[in-house]
């Protein structure tokens, strides 16, 4: 059997330390690629197209929050994504699967709970800490939120977050190696896409569901 490819994305060398040892005593000793921050994420996850998991930090220098595994589920659709994070209240479980994660660890779980984590999600389960029930999102407007995020196209996906991080159509345009023309025309569909008038509206939207920071 080929050993599994695993990308680990957390900005704390320590954290990827731990994790580093948790993989290495599973079986198969899968192959690790670590990312310190949400490009080195990205990149990894275009330069290895056939890994079979990652494991993504919700703060991590590039990305606010949901926001990044909004945009990689858009760009990587048949990669599975765990979020692994201290931030293990149930509405962002919920909201992490709901918007496309393959499971939820919290940072505080036994290395034998994150292999079983791992494990599970690597034989195509969902899985979640003991005790987390799903249900359904009780805020309707974080419900709805969540329906449009999931209309936007992978590029669409990569300008919201990015507008997420305060960046300028300028700024962003340089970043993807397009216009700012090609970018204006971008916020203006994702602006329609979740019925709001401003790229502050946008961002604002965002915070309720934890996929940005909040507004100063």
Known sequence: MEASTIIIADDHPLFRGA???????MDGNPAIIEAGDFEAARTAASDNASADLMLLDLAMPGVSGLSGLIALRAEFPSLPVVIVSASDDHATIR????????????????????????????????????GYSRGMEPDAEVADL??????????????????????LNKQIAYELGVSEATIKAHVSAILLKLNVDSRTQAVIQLTKIGAAKAAA
Do not use: H
Request: proline content about 3%.
């Open 146 to 167: 969540i329906n449009r995020l999931r209309t936007l196209t992978p590029q669409q996906s990569r300008v919201l977050a990015m507008l997420a991080e305060g960046l």
């Open 19 to 25: 994790l580093k040892q948790a993989l290495t005593g």
């Open 95 to 130: 909201r992490a699967l709901d918007l496309g994660a393959s499971g939820f660890i919290s940072k505080s779980a036994a290395i034998d709970e994150i292999r079983t984590g791992i494990a599970a999600v690597l034989e195509g389960n969902i899985y979640t800490p003991g």
